[in-house]
């Protein structure tokens, strides 16, 4: 069960329905020099760490993303589910822990992770799902300062957990590409079967009820824990006082100069309520993060196709309007 502790920390939105940026001040990875934050065009760099709970929707939002811009994901669980599926080494220690919500020893973690990590120097990348442990932050501090690629931003994903569990009822997965789909929200366009590839969709194993109160628990009580890892950085480095009246989590904190950790908490129970958040956070904060050239090229289509409805509409004597709406 969370405590009142862990609870607070993790139930923002109460308490605070308009989350405000936290600017985390500079962290020092090297007591000489001041960590890269930006790569060689002076651009700053997405490196990003989803976090949320179970079922909040860490998957989903990051897919967006990828799918927006061009940045990659690496998703903890679905890289052990690969492992599992493959039977490696790893794969057969996670198996039973993971169908019964525990959690994977940190350093067998940190090695599945940074092995993928360390191929994307110099992109912007997503972690979802880890770290998931204050010793899983700390060994991934230190990874990330021996490569120079510090965090630039941390997104807390806030959910009523009263929304979670039917979420994961409804979920289905494909299992090889992570992609995932549920039947009220994000349906798959033929029912039981994957949109792009046409393969089966599977349920995972432990999305039960039984093995999801074991996780959300464990999210409270082993989890929750690194928002104030990262916010305890943030007190120990900014020079103002804090105000008292608000919660660390919310407050921004005046920075000397660059390099910055944001973090952010978005707070919803829906995709329209958390994706425009979410975008607005990436395209304000992190100008150099391209959108990919097909989403450019469907907006261009979009933006063309109302154009022409608007002049044919116009010819008609209608009083139409031309939006440039953007893609998902
Ligand atoms: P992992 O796969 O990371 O599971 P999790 O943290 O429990 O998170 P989920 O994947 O269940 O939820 P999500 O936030 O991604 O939500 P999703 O987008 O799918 O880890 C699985 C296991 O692996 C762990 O329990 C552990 O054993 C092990 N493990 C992993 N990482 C580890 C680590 N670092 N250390 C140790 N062990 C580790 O969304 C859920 C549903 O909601 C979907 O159906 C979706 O369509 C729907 N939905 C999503 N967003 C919305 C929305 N905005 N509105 C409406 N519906 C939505
Ligand atoms: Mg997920």
Do not use: C
């Not at 020099?33 to 651009?43: A, F, L």
């Not at 997965?173 to 089966?200: A, M």
């Not at 920075?255 to 395209?283: C, F, H, N, V, Y």
Request: proline content about 8%; charged content about 25%; overall charge neutral.
């Amino acid at each position: 069960m969370p405590t009142a502790a862990t609870a607070r920390l993790v139930s923002l939105s109460n308490a605070h329905p308009q989350a405000a940026p936290v600017f985390l001040a500079a962290r020092r990875y090297n007591n000489m020099s001041s960590p890269k934050v930006e790569d060689t065009n002076g651009r700053h760099m997405l490196r990003m760490i989803t976090f949320g709970k179970p079922g909040s929707g860490k998957g989903t939002l990051t897919a967006r993303l990828v799918k927006k811009y061009d940045v990659t994901t690496l998703s903890s669980g679905d890289l052990l589910r690969r492992h599992i599926n493959q039977r490696t080494e790893v794969g057969q220690e996670a198996e039973a822990i993971v169908a019964a919500g525990g959690f994977v020893p940190d350093d067998v973690m940190l090695r599945v992770v940074s092995s993928e990590l360390d191929g994307l120097s110099g992109q912007h990348w997503i972690l979802d799902g880890f770290p998931r442990t204050p010793g899983q932050a700390e060994l991934l501090d230190v990874h990330l300062k021996k490569h120079s690629m510090p965090l630039t931003l941390i997104v807390n994903l806030d959910v009523p957990d009263d929304v979670l569990l039917s979420r994961i009822s409804d979920r289905w997965v494909h299992l090889p590409s992570g992609r995932v789909y549920n039947l009220s929200y994000n349906p798959p366009r033929v029912p039981g079967y994957d949109d792009v590839t046409g393969e089966p969709l599977t349920k995972r194993p432990d999305d039960n009820p039984e093995v999801f109160a074991r996780r959300l628990a464990r999210f409270y009580a082993e989890t929750a824990p690194i928002l104030d890892y990262y916010a305890n950085q943030a007190s120990i480095a900014s020079s103002p006082p804090r105000n008292p009246n608000l919660h660390p989590h919310q407050l921004s904190f005046p920075l000397s100069g660059p390099p910055t950790i944001k973090m952010r908490t978005l707070a919803g129970s829906t995709s329209d309520e958390i994706w425009p958040q979410l975008d607005g956070l990436i395209r304000g904060g992190f100008p150099a993060l391209r959108e990919r050239a097909d989403t450019l090229e469907m907006k261009e289509k979009r933006r063309r196709h109302s154009l022409s409805e608007a002049v044919f509409a116009g010819e008609l004597g209608s009083n139409a309007h031309v939006k440039d709406e953007s893609v998902d």
